[in-house]
């Protein structure tokens, strides 16, 4: 078994990570945006894996009323880089990664064959979000940045760039099998025609921690990475224990399926249970489980899938579920905030009140009150959930209208 710790780039850590944020520069004379990270801590020999997701990067996206003259954040299908939405690098110490994503207009670049519409750009430029993975034998890190626009010392701050997230991998040898997972939520649509598009009732606070709403059915994604010889596995996700899984099931991006279930545990939680088969020397493999369901419950809760007989573990990911209210005549002081709220009901397409009455959260005293964001859904959803915004001053009534949930409390 492999005790998995992370590795954060954080004030005060023990150790620093061993790649940099993702820092950008876009190029005027290219028309494109280059993507780079320091590599100080992993080698000699690395891997470098880039990633380009087009979807809803900005608040108020998707926004269908944008002109050149006056742009309005919204998911740009045709501007993937001449089809370049993936790369691979490998590199050895001293080599720098980089990603490039080439986005001029028509009357940019007439002879560049995927044309980008600069009238869907928002604060952060065209709308989408670069990931790059970088692993050594034993390191595996990630990080992630949104949009177009050149960073800045507050990128981490402001939520563009992600502080890398690092972890252990088993220990190999040449000729032995090299296994990696990663956990996700997935919370951008899937399919057309909102395929990039924000989910309402999702919402991703870091690179491992999430909001949703309770009741409504979400997307739990496990990446397996194997490089062979490796044996067969046995893929197990427990589940927490107030998720009602619905469905899962396993399969490759060339459209393999493999043998899925879901088990009920000892303690009534469920499990997803998958079978990979054994993959050869020199091979690698790529395999997507997908578990579907929904929270019962409000709360805090984490999860973490296992490979075994290897004993890996995924990345450990951390879910606030929240209800879904409204908030208004919102007060902030030094201990909570406060105001009146209105409990609403998830229907399949709409949102209707239950019931309100006074509401009020404390506040953490290491931290400074919360103050307004967006709701999840309907008008200016999309940046809720977990992100703070400018609000009122310590006793000012903030401006009436939805406003979202209180922030989750901290597990003890």
Sequence with gaps: MVAVGLLTAAAGSAQAAPISEIKANFVGGEYATHYTVDVTGLGPNFTAKWHLSLECVDPGCPDPDGTLADPKPNVDPGCKNNNVLSTQQNLTTGQKPEFVWHHPSAADQPSWPTPCDHAREGPRGHQGEITVTVSDANTTCTASYKGTKTSTGTSISDGTASPPDCHPNTATTPGSCELRLAKHIIDYSEVSPTIGHPLPYVHRIGPNEFAVAEGVEIQFLIVVDETGPCDA?????????????????????????????????????????????????????????????????????????????????????????????????????????????????????????????????????????????????????????????????????????????????TPT
């Design 233 to 409: 596995i046995d893929l197990r996700d427990p589940l927490p224990l107030e998720f009602e899984a619905r469905s899962a099931n396993t399969n490759t991006p060339f459209g393999f399926v493999y043998p899925t279930a879901l088990e009920t545990l000892s303690n009534g939680s469920q499990q997803a249970h998958a079978e990979l088969p054994a993959v050869k020397a020199d091979q690698h493999e790529q395999t997507h489980l997908h578990i579907y369901g929904k929270f019962s419950g409000v709360g805090d809760r984490f999860n973490q899938a296992r490979a075994d007989p290897n004993g890996v573990l995924s990345n450990k990911i951390r879910i606030h579920v929240v209800t879904q209210e409204k908030v208004t005549r919102l007060k902030a002081s030094a201990k909570q905030v406060s105001g009146q709220v209105k409990e609403v009901k998830v229907k399949k397409d709409s949102v209707e009140s239950s019931r309100s009455g006074p509401w009020h959260a404390p506040l953490e005293a290491a931290l400074p009150p919360p103050t307004a964001s967006r709701p999840l859904s309907g008008p200016g959803a999309g940046n809720g959930c977990g992100r703070r915004e400018d609000g009122p001053r310590e006793g000012q009534e903030a401006v009436q209208g939805p406003l979202t949930l209180p922030r989750p409390p």
